[in-house]
């Protein structure tokens, strides 16, 4: 693997705003210094006063807002360019707009232009982390991680595993589809000292044959991979699961027959989940992708944020673009509001950002390395515009939850390294 290059020791100075592992109180300093050794790593996080000794350039950000990179634990890269496409329930959505967009990404040259304006558009919202969706297309996928490897960013991508039930252009038969997902974690998972990995990723039990299920969890379980898939988002949709995969009771059942539930599995939306199922799901340790702006665009019904948060699960927040209406988190956080009211489950602005930064990172296995500004991890950050009325700690909270318009993102960094899409415009030329 190829080692990230030195930087030269450097410090931010900004007003800073973070979770803290093991602490549930935000950590705010007005004035605040942070500083990154030349590996890309935070070294401190102190009052500007205290400047610790022997930094190199300082760069002045004052009146600026310093939040943790940005996590989205679950979009749909094909899907970038059908945003805000209203046609119907997730069944029929996936019919009618979603598969005929997925089945264009076997073109390279679509491909490659749906990918640059899917990272473009998560430096414009400040996303550092992705967990992200690719096609079925093996070739389409390797075109997004080629994207995600040049300009910067951190990820786990899974090619989309459905062999059944879904269009003939999309369907890949089983043995292909995991000889495929197993090249492509040969070839990237763990480039560039673990910044891209990669995920096992059946789409959902009702596009998948037992036998791809199957195969799906063995060569999760022999690579130590993430597994990452959708549950119970509709309840037509865990009517027809039931019904073609006659092996269970329930839903989260069909993929613990299969082996695919245990404390390395991410699924995506939870919604209908009964209380066994919550249960057994959390006894695995298996982690919630929350993505609320989905569920109510497709009027699939809402996660009650207080059902894993009483078992201790590990929940983040996803975009879930294109049912999600954006890539920014911040409109992820103002969804998961909104559900926590209609569900009446409690929750806390300080919470719900957490959740999109280290949230984030703990479900998608990653909150050793990113997620928050603590020192010894690695500096993931973005820089907020602050308007001048805009001081102190509660209003700080405020621009990186619910006011994006009020605080666009100024400044992208991962590993201490700024990130722009200059690269993109490099990788096309």
Known sequence: MTAAPLLPRRAYRA??????????????????????????RIASVTPADDAPSGLGFVHDLRGKLVVPGYVDVHVHVPQTRVVGSASGPLLEWLEQTVFPEEARLREPAYAEGVVNEFVRSLLRVGTTTVGAWSSSSPEATETLLAALDRVGLRAQVGLVLMDVRCPAELAVPAELAL??????????????????????????AL?????????????????????????????????????????????????????????????AHAIHLSDSEWERAARAGVRIAHCPDSNFFLGSGSMAWSAPRALGMRVGLGS????????????????????????????TPAELFAASNLGGARALGLDDRTGSLEPGKEADFVVLERPDYARGEAAALRLATFAADASPVVRTYVRGRRVDDRELDALAS
């Open 15 to 40: 007003s800073i705003l973070t979770a803290r592992a093991g602490d549930e109180a935000l950590h705010y300093l007005e004035d605040g210094l942070l500083a990154v050794d030349e590996r890309g």
């Open 179 to 204: 000889a495929a997902a197993e090249r492509l974690a040969a070839t990237w998972h763990g480039r560039d000292d673990d910044r891209l990995r990669t995920a096992i990723t059946p789409r959902f």
């Open 207 to 267: 596009s998948c044959s037992r036998e791809l299920l199957e195969g799906a969890a063995r060569l999760a379980n022999a690579r130590g991979l993430l597994v990452q898939t959708h549950v119970s988002e509709n309840p037509r949709e865990g009517t027809e699961t039931l019904r073609v995969h006659p092996i269970a009771e329930d839903y989260l059942g069909v993929y613990e027959a299969c082996g695919l539930v245990h404390d390395r599995t991410l699924l």
């Open 320 to 347: 879930d673009v294109a049912a999600g209406r954006s890539f920014d988190m911040r409109r992820a956080i103002a969804s998961a509001w909104d559900a926590a009211r209609v569900t009446g489950s409690a929750v």
